[in-house]
């Protein structure tokens, strides 16, 4: 692989943005600069890091030739705007989920990237951690059989503040595209076919958006799922995976890295580890740069696709938009 020293530039400086500068920091690199749109906290950021670029204003990023990959990790509702910019302006994408709004916009996004010739990705740490990418190579081993029902949770304890990013509709908040997005990532990674059979249940906050939902899903071959979200009870984020011969349960499965193999016949345990927790942006920055470098598809955009299909999808079912929709 060519070792080009890839120049890598954050759009936002949150949370997640801070765990790139320390990912990229265990691998030896640096952030190369920072957009964000309050220009105080972007010039906090980069003193944080050692960054010495910042932009004056956000836009300059994605004309300056040195950068090669922008990290969008700004809220939902944003991410297309940067995405037409950055993409038309030939630079490569790594973009935090959900990635759009929906299917509309991601389709935009795909036809400029093709256009453009550049890698667009979104930033599921479920495609990226190692042991996903293990327990793929046990299933297709069929040591297990073959897959009959998925089932998750994920259920986060928000207070009831209408003003924060997960209940404002002016934020594209909801349960569907924060944490679902995990769930519905994971139940694409192990379904050997995407799902075409699609209901749902939904309760709304006050303010609109999605607070509580139960997904069923299925596929032409059979393959079920079933998945509870809420942002207002507390949950464990637990993965079954159930087959013929056994089933595998992962828990904190969005930055999984330990499952375990239950085998039906005598009920033996087989556990499996692989990766760590607490490198999910480095497998993902990893991954990232070995696509743009050789060109080749470990991104699973494909996955991306599906998921966001059914999220656009389920808001359909529920009448439930945001502003940029309507």
């Known amino acids: 692989m060519n070792q080009k020293n890839l120049h890598w530039a954050t759009l936002g400086t949150g949370v997640i943005a801070n765990e790139l500068a320390q990912a990229l920091e265990s691998k030896g690199q640096k952030l190369y600069s920072v957009a964000n749109r309050t220009h105080e906290k972007g010039i906090a950021f980069a003193k944080k890091y050692g960054i010495e670029k910042v932009y004056d204003q956000i836009e300059d990023v994605f004309s300056d030739p040195e950068v090669d990959i922008i990290y969008i990790s700004t809220p939902h509702n944003t991410h ?3 995405l037409r910019q950055a993409l038309s302006h030939g630079k490569h994408v ?3 989920k959900s990635i759009t709004l929906n299917s509309d916009e991601l389709a935009e996004a ?3 990237a093709k256009e453009n010739q550049v890698i667009l990705a979104e930033a599921m740490t479920i495609f990226h951690m190692p042991i996903y990418k293990q327990l793929s190579e046990i299933i297709d081993s069929d ?3 073959p897959l009959k029902m998925i089932q998750l949770n994920f259920g986060s304890y928000k207070e009831y503040d209408m003003s924060n990013r997960f209940f404002n509709r002016q ?5 569907l595209l924060d944490i679902g997005v995990y769930a519905l990532s994971f139940v694409r990674w192990f379904m050997s076919e ?5 209901s749902s249940q939904v309760t709304l906050a006050p303010t609109g958006v999605d607070e509580q939902v139960g997904i069923l899903l299925a596929n032409p071959k059979g393959e079920m799922a079933t998945i509870a979200l809420s942002l207002h ?5 637990r993965g079954t995976i159930a087959f013929d011969k056994g089933y595998i349960e992962i828990f904190e499965y969005p930055r ?18 692989a990766g760590n927790t607490s490198n999910a942006l480095a497998y993902e920055i990893a991954d990232m740069e070995k696509a743009v470098l050789t060109n080749s598809n470990q991104m699973h955009l494909n996955y991306t696709q599906d998921v966001m299909n059914i999220m656009t999808r389920l808001r359909k079912d529920w009448k439930m938009t945001y502003p940029e929709e309507e």
């Open 256 to 273: 999984g890295d330990k499952a375990i193999i239950t085998y039906t016949e005598d009920n033996h345990q087989e556990v499996i580890e």
């Open 110 to 112: 795909i036809q400029l």
């Open 80 to 82: 297309i705007g940067f």
């Open 233 to 237: 009870a507390k949950q464990p984020k």
């Open 194 to 198: 995407t799902p075409t059979q699609i």
């Open 171 to 175: 934020l594209a908040g909801g349960a």
């Open 143 to 145: 040591k297990l059989g």
């Open 94 to 96: 790594l973009c935090e």
